[in-house]
């Protein structure tokens, strides 16, 4: 008996020590910013400047944007933040912007986004990868993406617009859940141009792009505590071989890559679209350039190619409607032009009508302005860095954020910031702002490299709806607008729900 509390006494002390290190880490960490001569905000244990992670009520998103204002408000140009007790370096001004992103970029290559290929070649792809790694795949991979290459797959992804109509058609004598039908016509687009096959989205309720689609975007608590360890200890997170996929999915998306591609080179089958564009590299071996590509690396931006057209083009769309909507003169001006220019192209949606329809331009970039469909974006120092204009160092391995939601309701760059104005984006009003007080797809060498193709779907959906229904705000919809607590991206809390009047 004597024995067993001794062993009791002694763990006990154990996990009282081992608490005691925690918090003098923790204490010694949050000395960071201070003696870096950087404003911060008090950060508090164990999460630092965040929400409890299994209590939060606000996106992270918005809490970042939270101190992007009050950093605005003390006119900081820069702060200090602790994301657990990792410091975080948060950039405000729209100088140091541009900096980071752009003209100091060889000091903050990568993004910091945890990854191991050896468990998870999937989660290896473009948008995770830094360093030459990135370099040399981002090279591969950009003419893919030229206005010459969306033109080819123009065609591809016109023929899903007609079950889109039909989906509208078969729901509008009721309550329409519009981020539904757009996740559906999107995961068919990016189905057909990413993979060559029919994703059967609108038929099939549980089709399994669509259900692994929105698996990767659900938000559970397991998934964020997840990523706050492949975040904060992307080491620990190696060593215990977590992957950033899950196996189902990631299991799922090679069977179908590795399919298509033996079936394509089996039979000699080509098709007009990003699967074969890949494969092309795939097999350019003989040109000894560099250029070619594995089966894993073609899975790995099929699949990211796939998760991000997918997400952000049918939230895009789905605010966009949300906020025509709510002012139906913008709603009409929009259909104006679209019957406008149609009328150029014998009423058919062609790719040169979509270029030229330039008031839906603004209404994307508006938008994007109020929905960015990543509130922040982040960079990691690769190589200490001196701001110009300051004797300060930002040291190899921190983690920056870009708080585009902050930015991009700064009443100094857009003045009553929660109005939905596209004038905002007219030529003058673009040409007097600031570069980088708009930034939807991050800037600079890494930025979104499959824009062109998710504001030409997005411009697809929006035109093939409006030239053909007139949309109103079902009582369904919860507002004012509340965004998901859980989602990495900004998607409406209860959903946005509409009603659709056939013209």
Known sequence: ???NWGLLTDLVGVIIA???????YYKWTFGYWKQKNIP???????????ENLFTATSNIGVQVKHFYDEMRHNKWKHGGLFFLA????????LEYVKNVLTKDFQYFVDRGVYYNEEVDPIGAHLFALGGPKWRNLRTKLTPTFTSGKMKMMFQTLVDCEVNLVKKIEAKRKTPIDIKDVLGCFTADIIGSCAFGLNCNT??????????YGKKVFAGSTLQRLQVSIFMNFPRLAKFLQMRQIPKDIGDFY?????????????????RKDFMQLLIDMKNNKSEGDGNSLTLDEITAQCFVFFIAGFETSSTTMTFALYELSKNQELQEKVRTEIETVLAKYDGKITYEAIQDMKYMNQVLNETLRKY???????RQCVKDYKIPDQDIIIENGTRVIIPILGIHYDPEYYPNPDK????????????NRHNYAHIPFGEGPRICIGLRFGLMQSKVGLTSLLRKYRFKLNKKTKEPIKFQVKSATLAAEGEVWLDAEKL
Do not use: H
Request: negative net charge.
């Open 1 to 3: 008996m004597f024995s």
């Open 18 to 24: 081992a608490f005691a290190i925690i918090i003098a």
């Open 40 to 50: 911060y905000f008090p950060p508090s244990i164990p999460f630092g400047n965040l």
């Open 86 to 93: 990792n410091p975080t370096y948060v950039v405000v001004d």
């Open 202 to 211: 609108f038929e099939e309720e549980d089709s399994p792009f669509r259900k």
């Open 254 to 270: 090679s069977k179908v890559v590795t399919d298509n591609v033996e079936y394509r080179e089996k039979n000699n089958f080509t």
């Open 372 to 378: 960015p469909p990543l509130p922040f974006i982040t």
């Open 420 to 431: 939905f104005d596209p004038e905002r984006f007219s030529e003058e009003n673009v040409k």
